[in-house]
């Protein structure tokens, strides 16, 4: 393995930081004249403050039983990916490793870099495919992307495959867990402590309920936390996202993810009894991976009802599938009643 140093794009090494007011000075009582503020207090006059940020930052290290110096806040997982290409890739002369059908992302961020995608297929049966994600990989590689539980598939990888690809590649590899909190797996973020390369995403958006927010995370060793902070734009989650967020994350949302989960199992058994159901992926997210007769068929049939599904069935790998959220009982049982009258 590398040394994460040499990975990491010379510019950005050697970068000196902005430096805010509020770095400057973090206290937030007495007459603040050094950040050009409205001195007219509405609750948002202020820039973000660092202390709250911090325990945000705190509140969900202690949910993850990581110290807070391994996690990094974005604005969405979409920052956490953008950086990984900002910090680790040279526009123009590296590339990136990713898996495909996988997360759209991961190529937009790549394009919009101007960095080289390996787009590496995974089987018919959406297998990590390890050896030729390794062998895709180059000295000019930099990331490699992996998404487990897999969207728009739904299957979760076993731990050990992640390691080995950690232990193996000579890169920083990237492990989305967007959908860890509705799989059975366990999660890759305890494999940080051995594999300084090793950088795992999390999110609020989905089991959280708090898409809205905007707020993704990263847990990897402290050295590369340091640098995504230098890079970030300063003061990239907002006031009133940092305190929603800490009043829900007190929240116990075991109840929603197990009723979620119960109600995938079921829709999961019961999808394959339709006419024009022909695979129904197991899932160990909070979506499931359709393969149906007409896609695009089913697909109005849905809407005309104010169903509103996703059509993957464009995108190379899921031919014929749509990509069905979980909802809530009662609105699984609308989609249910709505497939038997477009059958009927
Ligand atoms: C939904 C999703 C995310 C979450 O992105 P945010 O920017 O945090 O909302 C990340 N990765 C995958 C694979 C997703 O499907």
Known sequence: MKDIKSLVRGNIASLEPYSTARDEYKGELGILLDANESPFGNGVNRYPSTSLKEQLRSRVADLKGIPAGKLFLGNGSDEVIDLCYRVFCEPGR????????SYGMYSVCAD?????????????????????????????????????????????YNLEAIEFLAQSFNGILVV??????????PSAVPLTRKYPNL??????????????????????????????????????IGTDTIALA??????????????????R??????????????????????????KVSDPRGLYNALLRQGVIVRDRSGVKGCEGCLRLTIGTPEENLKLEKTIAEYES
């Open 199 to 236: 950088i795992v995403m999390q999110t609020l958006s989905k089991a959280w309920g708090m898409a809205g927010l905007r707020i993704g995370l990263a847990i990897a060793n402290p050295d590369i936390i340091s640098i995504f902070k230098k890079v970030k734009y300063p003061y990239n």
């Open 246 to 263: 800490l009043d829900y994350l007190q929240r116990d949302i075991r109840p929603q993810v197990e009723t979620i989960i119960a109600e």
């Open 94 to 101: 590296d590339n990136a490793v990713i898996m495909t059908p």
């Open 176 to 185: 989305d867990e967007a959908y860890i909190d509705f799989s059975p797996k």
């Open 112 to 156: 919009i870099n101007n960095v080289e995608r390996r787009m590496v297929p995974l089987d018919e049966a959406f297998t990590l495919p390890v050896a030729e994600l390794l062998q895709a990989a180059d000295s000019r590689t930099r990331l490699m992307f992996i998404c487990s539980p897999n969207n728009p598939t739904g299957n979760a």
């Open 265 to 290: 199992e079921r829709l999961a058994a019961l999808l394959p009894s339709f006419k024009c159901v022909e695979k129904v992926w197991p899932s160990d997210a909070n979506f499931l991976l359709v």
